[in-house]
């Protein structure tokens, strides 16, 4: 055999066996890339869309101001009506307009619990967050749907499990005895408009 061609089979062989190390290398850089964000958000059904413009909830529009972080709003619905409430004490009651009507919102596991929403002092995304109020860990292991109560500082505590969530922080469980951290839902604040979804 010429020596070109046996350079044109050794050739061949090593970029065969680079390619395959070049796949194999890729594929478990996007594999760990999705390690984590892929379980990030949750997976429960949650669709709002709020024009907040005038503003029609003075209580959300505290909530949604990011040189504010801190403040959480609870965004519930039952009927025709939105309820929002803070953790500051600011609470009011929003009829829905005929395209909200229209839109059929989903408030995360219990509409009429809700979600609470809201800019963490810890937050560095930039990005509004939003937390179904329903306790995760009595949800995931006993099916009970437990509303969190929020306080000043920005923890949320269940009236059963008695776990306390940093609001501020992820939704991570900072009491004794760990668990899963909130569950988390998608969420934009543009001007008055807020979205959340998964």
């Known amino acids: 055999m010429p020596i070109r061609l046996i350079r044109l ?8 066996r680079y390619t395959y190390y070049i796949i194999v290398l890729l594929a478990a850089v996007l594999m760990s890339g999705c390690g984590d ?8 059904p949650c669709f709002l869309r709020f024009d907040n413009t005038g503003p029609r909830s003075a209580a959300l529009a505290s909530a949604m101001n990011p040189m504010s972080p801190g403040v959480f709003c609870n965004v519930s619905m039952k009927g025709n ?7 500051q004490g600011l609470s009011d009651r929003v009829p829905k307009t005929s395209i909200e009507g229209q839109t059929s919102p989903v408030l995360g596991i219990y509409n009429e619990y809700g979600i609470i929403v ?15 109020s329903v306790c995760p860990n009595c949800f ?8 969190l109560s929020m306080s000043t500082s920005g923890i949320a505590e269940c009236p059963s499990c008695r776990r ?5 922080n992820r939704g991570v469980v900072v009491s004794d005895g760990g668990g899963k951290p909130l569950m988390k839902y998608i969420a934009t604040a543009n001007g008055n408009i807020l979205n959340v979804n998964n």
């Open 118 to 132: 809201g800019y963490g002092t810890l937050n560095d995304t930039g990005r509004i967050d939003a937390y179904d």
């Open 140 to 147: 995931d292991d006993f099916g009970s749907i437990k509303k």
């Open 9 to 16: 089979i050794l050739i061949n062989q090593m970029m065969q």
């Open 37 to 44: 964000a892929e379980y990030e958000y949750s997976s429960h």
């Open 164 to 168: 306390k969530y940093d609001m501020n």
């Open 81 to 87: 009506y939105f309820y929002f409430s803070t953790n």
